[in-house]
């Protein structure tokens, strides 16, 4: 093959979106650095923990990426049910398996005895699983998808068990992303509305009830209480969210500039996860964060736009699930850090530290890339 067939081809796929992809994956790494070494440095001792290893889950993430664009995606139709047994394997064996830590009494994290510097969330892997099982049986009931029998009943059996193993592990914010996922998409595959609105009322009955009764969620019902007057207890239940809002107004319009926040010197809680973004408003101001928020939603357009151009109905749904998750989980995650919901734990993508949730979100994006590419070879 000639040097430019070998650049046509490697180009051949959307080319914008993975621009768009790049460039937030480099400014969440460095900012993901800058937020995080004071933490790192108090915890290890040691100033670039996270960063040597987030960085080389993002250079392997990069490469996954560009192989997985260049498979055909349609293969996720035949590999579905597989991943769902895996998936559900791998939710299982979080719960069997010890906590990650004794001072955690939740389990979300599956590791190897013996080699705890690897974790790997199930929940991660669900949230895949569902775009890929939904899209492959939405294409199948295309036609019958306004029934109840075959539009709600096997969707609400795969999304019941599923949602069911992660909130056994404490894990609200990944319940309701997974659950969430699957209620678009059986909106985009065409499943009536009074059925969506009944599964959706009989999920969330279910979620409170368990809720309140299970005695297991009272963290999360403290998170209630406390988002709607965080002055209560400024020093303990409180305190993530004062100190959040304090590095977002430090900011100003032009913020203090890169490796210059002070909240991230111990007092914002996680900065270099599920409060990034406070030390994003803080070092780059209003219009670093608005720049930020306008990447995001270009990515989000990208995605869609793939997706109205999918060469078949199975790489669409893939195509807006996908895409939907990682806006969903940058909207959910600005919005606890900026006080317009209750915290909920929920990472912001291509930001927060985490590097098996990096490497399958660019896996993911490498999924986009393969329809974007097919739907271009198509069109030749």
């Known amino acids: 093959m000639s040097k430019e067939a070998k650049s046509k081809d490697f180009t051949q796929f959307d080319l914008m979106f993975f621009m768009i992809v790049m460039l937030l994956l480099t400014v969440g790494l460095i900012m993901m ?5 004071p933490d790192a440095l108090n915890r290890y001792d040691d100033s670039l923990h996270y960063i040597k290893r987030q960085g080389p889950f993002a250079v392997l993430g990069v490469i996954m990426m560009l192989g997985i664009s260049k498979i055909n995606y349609r293969i996720l139709e035949k590999l579905a049910i597989p991943i769902m047994i895996v998936t559900a394997a791998f939710l299982v064996a979080v719960l069997v398996l010890p906590p990650l830590s004794p001072e955690f009494d939740y389990k979300r994290w599956f590791y190897i005895p013996g080699f705890k510097s690897f974790t790997f969330q199930p929940s991660e892997l669900a949230k895949f699983m569902i775009v890929v099982v939904f899209s492959k049986y939405i294409v199948k009931f295309y036609n019958v998808m306004k029934t109840f029998t075959f539009g709600v009943l096997p969707f609400m059996g795969i999304l019941g068990v599923t949602c069911g193993l992660v909130m056994l592990e404490k894990h609200l914010s990944g319940t309701i992303i997974i659950a969430c996922i699957g209620i678009v998409l059986l909106i985009v595959g065409g499943t009536r509305f009074k059925w969506l609105a009944l599964l959706g009322s009989v999920g969330a009955a279910a979620v409170g009830t368990y809720m309140v009764f299970s005695g297991k969620f009272e963290h999360a019902l403290q998170r209630i209480e406390f988002y709607w007057d965080p002055w209560k207890d400024p020093n303990d239940k409180g305190w993530q969210i004062i100190q959040a809002l304090y590095a977002i107004g430090s900011g100003g319009l032009m913020g203090q500039g890169v490796g210059h926040s ?14 990034i973004f406070a030390i994003v408003c803080e070092e780059l101001g209003f219009i670093g964060a608005v720049v930020i928020i306008a990447l995001f ?6 995605g869609f736009a793939i ?22 989980q940058a909207a959910l995650n600005i919005m606890v850090v900026t006080k317009v919901i209750p915290n909920t ?11 098996s949730s990096l490497l399958m979100l660019m896996m993911q994006m490498g999924v986009i890339l393969s329809i974007s590419r097919q739907s271009s070879l198509q069109r030749r």
């Open 262 to 275: 002070k909240q991230k010197f111990l007092y914002v809680s996680e900065p270099q996860n599920d409060c």
């Open 307 to 328: 997706a109205m151009r999918a060469p078949d109905r199975f790489g669409c749904l893939l195509a807006v699930g996908l895409t939907f998750q990682v806006g969903l």
């Open 33 to 37: 650095f800058s937020a995080s070494h």
């Open 345 to 355: 734990g929920i990472s912001l993508p291509f930001f927060s530290y985490g590097g």
């Open 297 to 302: 939603c270009l990515l989000i357009w990208r």
